[in-house]
């Protein structure tokens, strides 16, 4: 699959650290990301990516459609920008729906966030204190991306967050194993990787994503070819 641009919906699904946020959030369990790409260990992430990824755990199921209309009435209202996507997070051994968050100026927007998603039908899970813990999260949002190698896209916006197409799903057990195999035998291992699909005309593209801030295009050829190898091997 080698379209040259592609802007579809998609997810990403990944493993981060997370715990609950010691804010005001009106009653409901909100999470932040405390180690953002835990596979990656650059010194200027954490001011790049500042503030951390937030996820409100809502009470019950919206479809994707829900949230999004939700949203896009909640930004009608406040001043303030922000960024939701629909998802579901790991938590208490159970995969829970959220609303990630992104882009949130101040703590103190949680409040007034949640309070008018309220208005808009959406009850979130009563706030409780969430010690430390490795989550998995999956997350569906919009993708603009670029063809930059054979198979492999950059994407437009977060031009440090790159994919590389598989020809199949992997489950997530087998990608880390992969993972972890791969990154003990190769110098430039300093890279956070999780897995992605988008949906197309004609079908799903599957994907491997890499967050590298300077990652070179022969790098990401060298670990695509490593990671085929892997899925080979496992068939």
């Given at each position: 699959?080698?379209?040259?641009?592609?802007?579809?919906?998609?997810?990403?699904?990944?493993?981060?650290?997370?715990?609950?946020?010691?804010?005001?959030?009106?009653g409901?369990?909100?999470?932040?990301?405390?180690?953002?790409?835990?596979?990656?260990h650059?010194?200027?992430?954490?001011?790049?990516l500042?503030?951390?990824?937030?996820?409100?755990?809502?009470?019950?199921?919206?479809?994707?459609?829900?949230?999004?209309?939700?949203?896009?009435?909640?930004?009608?209202?406040?001043?303030?920008?922000?960024?939701?996507?629909?998802?579901?997070?790991?938590?208490?051994?159970?995969?829970?729906?959220?609303?990630?968050?992104?882009?949130?100026?101040?703590?103190?927007?949680?409040?007034?966030?949640?309070?008018?998603?309220?208005?808009?039908?959406?009850?979130?899970?009563?706030?409780?204190?969430?010690?430390?813990?490795?989550?998995?999260?999956?997350?569906?949002?919009?993708?603009?991306?670029?063809?930059?190698g054979?198979?492999?896209y950059?994407?437009?916006?977060?031009?440090?967050?790159?994919?590389?197409?598989?020809?199949?799903?992997?489950?997530?057990?087998v990608?880390?194993?992969?993972?972890?195999?791969?990154?003990?035998?190769?110098?430039?291992?300093?890279?956070?990787?999780?897995?992605?699909?988008?949906?197309?005309?004609t079908?799903?593209?599957?994907?491997?994503r890499?967050?590298?801030?300077?990652?070179?295009?022969?790098?990401?050829?060298?670990?695509?070819?490593?990671?085929?190898?892997?899925?080979?091997?496992m068939?």
């Amino acid at each position: 699959m080698n379209l040259k641009n592609i802007e579809t919906v998609g997810y990403i699904l990944k493993r981060e650290t997370l715990a609950s946020v010691e804010f005001d959030t009106d009653g409901s369990l909100v999470l932040e990301t405390l180690m953002p790409y835990p596979g990656y260990h650059g010194i200027t992430v954490p001011d790049q990516l500042n503030p951390r990824s937030l996820f409100l755990v809502t009470r019950d199921k919206y479809s994707g459609e829900e949230i999004i209309r939700a949203t896009m009435s909640v930004k009608k209202r406040l001043t303030s920008a922000f960024d939701a996507a629909p998802g579901h997070i790991m938590v208490f051994n159970t995969m829970s729906p959220c609303i990630r968050l992104k882009e949130i100026q101040d703590y103190n927007m949680l409040e007034p966030l949640i309070q008018e998603y309220k208005k808009e039908g959406i009850q979130f899970a009563r706030a409780k204190k969430v010690e430390l813990f490795s989550g998995q999260i999956k997350i569906r949002r919009f993708f603009r991306l670029e063809l930059i190698g054979k198979n492999i896209y950059r994407e437009i916006e977060r031009p440090f967050l790159n994919f590389l197409v598989i020809p199949k799903n992997m489950s997530w057990g087998v990608f880390e194993k992969t993972t972890i195999r791969i990154k003990n035998n190769v110098e430039y291992n300093n890279f956070d990787a999780a897995l992605a699909a988008f949906f197309v005309s004609t079908g799903i593209i599957d994907a491997i994503r890499i967050f590298h801030e300077n990652i070179q295009l022969s790098e990401l050829e060298d670990l695509r070819s490593k990671y085929l190898s892997e899925i080979e091997r496992m068939s």
